[in-house]
Nanobody, 127 residues
Framework: VQLQASGGGLVQAGGSLRLSCVVF????????LGWFRQAPGKEREFVST????????YYVDSVKGRFTISRDNAENTVYLQMNNLKPDDSARYYC?????????????????????WGQGTQVTVSS
């Protein structure tokens, strides 16, 4: 399984970006997926996740109401729509695929249960 993220960039506070992550290999329809981010000097932190069926999503509290995760199974792609961006959102954003058989409700917010990662895409929000 390979993941390729794109869509990052430089944006002013209050602006929007849409990240995309295309998944190659594996059976996309059976994969739960997540977005994490890592700022310099910090650990990679959970942002959002979506179940394989797209019926369930989680968000870290700091992005609730501003970010929306979605998936298009026909395009093997997961998206992260980011609105009202803040300088604290600046980081490199990574998409990952949750290990098959992992309990999504219990484990999807932990990076330890993701087997494959994309290369990341940089998001920089200026004040």
């Amino acid at each position: 399984v390979q993941l390729q993220a794109s869509g990052g960039g430089l944006v002013q506070a209050g602006g929007s970006l849409r990240l995309s992550c295309v998944v190659f290999g594996g059976t996309f329809n059976s994969l739960a997926l997540g977005w994490f981010r890592q700022a310099p000097g910090k650990e990679r932190e959970f942002v959002s996740t979506i179940s394989w069926s797209a019926e369930n999503t989680y968000y870290v509290d700091s992005v609730k109401g501003r970010f929306t995760i979605s998936r298009d199974n026909a395009e093997n792609t997961v998206y992260l729509q980011m609105n009202n961006l803040k300088p604290d959102d600046s980081a490199r954003y990574y998409c990952g695929s949750l290990r098959l058989g992992t309990n999504w409700y219990l484990r999807s917010r932990s990076r330890d249960y993701y087997d494959y990662w994309g290369q990341g895409t940089q998001v920089t929000v200026s004040s």
